[in-house]
């Protein structure tokens, strides 16, 4: 029988917290149910990202997506038990401050619609550069003075003109990964150039037990559909060739067809509404070349 010492210890250490409080095992709950509801999870790191943008996009697409914000821990315990499908290296990497996207919709459409929502913040020393940061050639209505070291630093060429500092070519002062320099997010606050887009990025995205990263689902759109154009060019190209009849080759090859037979009724003297100014004009072509060489020859008639 425990002393009444023992009593008054045990009474007055709490006992150990073998649960989640109520409100993260609703959200547990959520995540599991969205997990088994849904095709696509999608992991987009929280840096940069504005709350106005989050309410936009949810607003935008309230009936193609969720999106919510979860401790990686109560995630990764609701979607095991929603049994996501080779869900190992998505958990390895499933760490910092995330938002989750539950949605139906393709991941690479996902990422358009998502660069399409972000903004452009000016930079901060520290910042790391996502594309090239270029500062245009022109004038910057800047006065000379200690700042054209900057530009200089920065690797930008400048002249006088007119008491402004003018650029004298576009100068890429920064490429994608370089980390942003206090003086250099100086200039360019001066130039009022906003290099850094802010909002959602396709971190990782797991859908059909495929885990795709976000190299794998980022698109240029611009790129892509010169390549498929290009490559339609071809393929009808090399049908008009292979004289292979499609919808979309078919009234080429009748074009083709049509010249090749108006070119043989003009050779062999064939005379139809559609040739006679051919073979007329090839006769008459002949008929001159015969007389020029005739006069070679020594004929002296008209």
């Known amino acids: 029988m ?5 009593k008054l210890v045990s009474e007055q250490v709490p006992p150990k917290r073998t649960s989640f409080p109520q409100k993260k095992l609703d959200v547990l709950a959520h995540v599991q149910e969205l997990g088994s509801k849904y095709d696509t999870i999608i992991v987009s790191k929280l840096f940069k990202v504005r709350a106005s943008q989050l309410m936009l ?12 914000v979860a401790k990686n821990k109560i995630s990764i315990i609701a979607l095991k038990r929603a049994g996501l499908k080779n869900a190992d290296e998505f958990f390895s990497k499933l760490d910092g401050q995330n938002a989750l996207i539950f ?3 393709s991941p690479f459409k996902l990422y358009l619609v998502l660069e399409k929502s972000k903004v452009t913040l000016p930079a901060r020393a520290g910042d790391i550069a996502t594309d090239d940061i270029i500062v245009p050639a022109g004038n910057t209505g800047i006065p000379p003075g200690p700042v054209l070291s900057e530009f200089k630093e920065a690797g930008v060429q400048t ?6 500092i003018y650029v004298s070519r576009d100068s890429v002062v920064a490429q994608p990964g370089y980390v942003i320099s206090p003086k250099l997010a100086g200039l360019l606050s001066r130039l009022n150039i906003k290099p850094i887009k802010a909002g959602l990025s396709i971190f990782m995205a797991q859908t059909g037990g495929l885990l795709l990263l976000s190299k794998d689902v980022s698109i240029d759109l611009g790129q892509y559909t010169s390549d498929l154009m290009r490559a339609a060019n071809e393929a009808l190209g090399l049908a ?3 004289s292979y009849p499609t919808k979309e080759s078919m009234p080429l090859l009748i074009a083709k067809a049509l010249r090749s037979a108006k070119g043989v009724a003009a050779q062999s003297g064939y005379v139809t509404p559609d040739t006679a100014e051919s073979v007329l004009g090839l006769a008459e072509r002949q008929a001159k070349s015969l007389l020029d060489l005739a006069k070679q020859k020594g004929y002296s008639g008209s």
């Open 159 to 164: 002249r006088i003109e007119s008491g402004s």
């Open 2 to 6: 425990p002393s009444s010492s023992q």
């Open 57 to 68: 996009l949810r607003k935008s697409f309230r009936n193609e997506l969720v999106m919510l």
């Open 240 to 242: 008009v060739e292979a």
């Open 103 to 105: 949605t139906n919709m």
